[in-house]
């Protein structure tokens, strides 16, 4: 996306993605919006005066090992034997009492899979979500305040749930702090750093660290990218390790393939490719971008670090059977993919004064966005588009650099092809036809 971010100028129209939101405001939408998230965090005393209760034991069991399985499996803040046990515990024992991190997060797991259910099902008028939102983002003041890996793990959870809205809303800014917060407290160095300074740092905490890091970064980044602004940190400013992949599966799960054992295995290769999409943003995007070599060197490098990302993929994800429980995951990868493609070789970019260039950048976007209208199609039989504006940005990225790629090629196109590219613009509004739903708008 542009330093503009979501502000562009398409065939003359200038439109901003984010005003695209519901017509008529509800409790649901006002929700959304920055000035409900101050009210909620700068005034928590007045939300907490009356929790809202848990489900029974059976059915908040159920949600959290569904939030492990959708969520937490991309941005794996949460250790899934621990939160579990945890969620056991406060079963089995009626003294066992929740800390306030441990409060905020049952909190908005809850909030997060409540959203997503009502949203993927159309049943935009349930805000049962908004109490546990509305009750955990009342301790924000106590997380700002608070020093420890549990209280950064829950103000990481706040932002995947925020990043989840049909609107920016504060995510940029919630995400910004965290990773500041995250800096302050450390996550950002290696752990062999730690370690040269004889902390008593054991394994586990030395895993959630990065974890938690790369979890904050991650959103911090694709949401910085796609609003047009300033990130944080460079890659240079950083050394903390990838996670290792670890096993974490719970005592009677039963798994048809090692592969799965690791709930958090999407996230991993999630990670790997954010520290190439920093790059790509600080190098080409920024608003003087930290290029080291030419422009054409440049895009090279960088296009082979992707190319080698995506081919490093298992072949569990990367060509996953349609059947497979890893199917809906892979095409997200390579969307992730498809993006970053677009990102590389934007015809905004090419100022290079080689037309061979141009024509490749062209060739490599066309083929680029007719992979996201399969991927787009794919997903939307699997009934399985994100909820976010973020990935609907993505789609429409897609959508106008195709077009603007046959623009330049109007007097090249057969009437075929011409019939083929109206064709592919109507598959495209069917699927942005369903994201708009699932954003908000009625049908």
Known sequence: MPITGTRHALFGMQIDLKDF????????????????????????????KNPPPFPPYPQLRSIVEWYFKSLNCWHPILHKPTFLDMVD???????????IPQTVQLHLVIATM?????????????NEFLDHYRYGLSFHDVLVADTTLE????????????????????VWMVSTFGLIKAIEIGLHRSVSAWDNKNTDMDAHTAEMRKRIFWSILMCHVTVGEKLGRPLVLKLEDFDIEMPKLLNDDMPGEVFAEEFSKCSFRYGIYGFQVTALHLQI??????????????YEQNVHKLGKELDAWYS????????????????????????????????LHHPALCKAPSQDMTARNLDICLEAGQRMLQIGGDLQKLKSL????????IFLAAIFTSLFAYLERKN????????????????????MGDIGTLLGKPK
């Open 151 to 170: 209280g950064l793990q829950a103000l990481a959870v706040i932002i995947v749930f925020l990043r989840g809205f049909p609107r920016p809303g504060a």
């Open 386 to 393: 994100d909820t976010t504006w973020s990935n609907s940005a």
């Open 281 to 294: 943003y600080s190098n080409l995007y920024t608003v003087r971008p930290t290029v080291q070599q030419p």
């Open 412 to 431: 090249q196109i057969t009437s075929a092809e011409l019939t083929n590219i109206k064709s592919d613009m109507d598959k495209w509004g069917d699927i």
């Open 114 to 126: 409540l959203y997503q259910y009502t949203t993927r099902n159309g049943l935009h008028q349930q």
């Open 21 to 48: 939101v519901p017509e008529h405001a509800d409790e649901r939408t006002s929700a959304m919006s920055y000035n409900s998230f101050y009210e909620y965090t700068l005034q928590g005393h007045h939300h907490r």
């Open 312 to 343: 490093s993929l298992p072949s569990d994800l990367a060509q996953a059977a349609s059947d497979s429980p890893h199917r809906v995951a892979g095409l997200y990868m390579e969307h992730t993919y498809r993006h970053l493609q677009l990102m």
């Open 89 to 99: 515990r406060m079963h089995t024992d009626a003294n066992y009492k929740l800390s």
